[in-house]
């Protein structure tokens, strides 16, 4: 009876977010509860690519944070026994644009670690890449992956196991005020609570999210199998990945790029599409993805927008183009003018949306400050 005990901290959502305040608090030593309306994880957390980055992202608290959070993941990976099957990054420069826009970036203080690799050297992160066509690559060697639909059951079974953290699922909260959670299955008692919702704006505290202009944003994702895969190659992205990420689209060179970009792949920018290709432990890639805005995401997913995506792999990966044998889509919340909120309704009670495509880089960071906030 999910009423019989009380608890420290309820957490509403046992997305990537959720399971980070869940830890951050466990390891606190707080009583925890994880309450889902769902029976599984089926969220963004599971959709996204596992792509713990670090590169890329935007310059100050945002770069600061996926550098936390991707040290919590190895840490947590390593006790949860969830396998990281990528490190790093291998950026790759299409056009002299993209490479000029590296090597400005590697003059920030986010370059520290990386560098650029000429043509001639990218064979040693493995074959399989139309190398003869780049004008060069950034490697980063931050990042890690995780196969996100096996890593996040496995983190909750972990923090049931590791911390006692308690899970109810099939449970929907209908009201969530300190010290009392109301749900599907009857009332909840919380000294504190944290809700993260996902991309639900609509079941919990919907006045104060309505302040902050929140929407959706719509992805297509697909798994390939690709002719040959090298296991020493990183996980690629490409020049449309440079204007969309803002730790590069937000340096004075990214303009040369955006300009050549929007003049050669203007249906690619008007779909949102850029490319991230991950590796899974089959030896299929991840591939991705596109970008459509909207209150309400319709749920159709056009055949020409993965065509889109495909197309901008066939310019990176050499060989035929591969079958698609597994596609999806996924949904997170998206603000106008912020990367993550924190909402302060009451004492005890904080609501926490990641409102961009960062969740799984940022959270971890994110629920410590939360949680070391909330308990001073
Ligand atoms: C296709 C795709 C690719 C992405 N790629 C990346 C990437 O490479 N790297 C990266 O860092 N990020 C990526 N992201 C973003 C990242 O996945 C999200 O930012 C992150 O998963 C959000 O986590 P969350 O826990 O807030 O939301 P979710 O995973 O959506 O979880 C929210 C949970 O809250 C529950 N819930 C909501 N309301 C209630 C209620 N009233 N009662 C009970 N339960 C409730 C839902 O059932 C759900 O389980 C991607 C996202 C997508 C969709």
New binding site residues.
Partial sequence: MPGSRSYDLAV???????LAHALAAARRGKRVVV????AQ?????I???????VTGQQAGECWRRAMRSLEVWIEVARAAKIPILQRGLLMVARRPEARALIEAFLETDMGAECRLIEPSKLASFGSGLRTGEFAGALHSPHEARVESREAIPQLAAWLAERFGVTFLRE???RAASPPKLETSRGPVEAEAIVV?????FT??HTDRLARYGLTRCK?H?MRVRPERFDERLPPVMSDLGMIRYLGYAELPAAQALRVRLEAEQRDHIDAGVHL?AVRSADGTLVV??SHHYAATPDPFAPISVDDLILDEYAHVFAGARPQAVERWT???ASAPDRLMLVDRPCEGLRIV??T????????FAIAEEVIAELYG
């Fill in positions: 509403v959502g046992a997305g990537v977010c959720g309450i889902d309306r769902d994880a089926n969220g963004a957390s959709r996204n690519f596992g792509f713990v980055t449970t929907a909260v993260c919702p996902g991309d639900d079941a919990l992805l994702m991230i991705g993805d996924g949904t997170y949306l990641i961009s495509g960062t969740g799984a880089s940022t959270s």
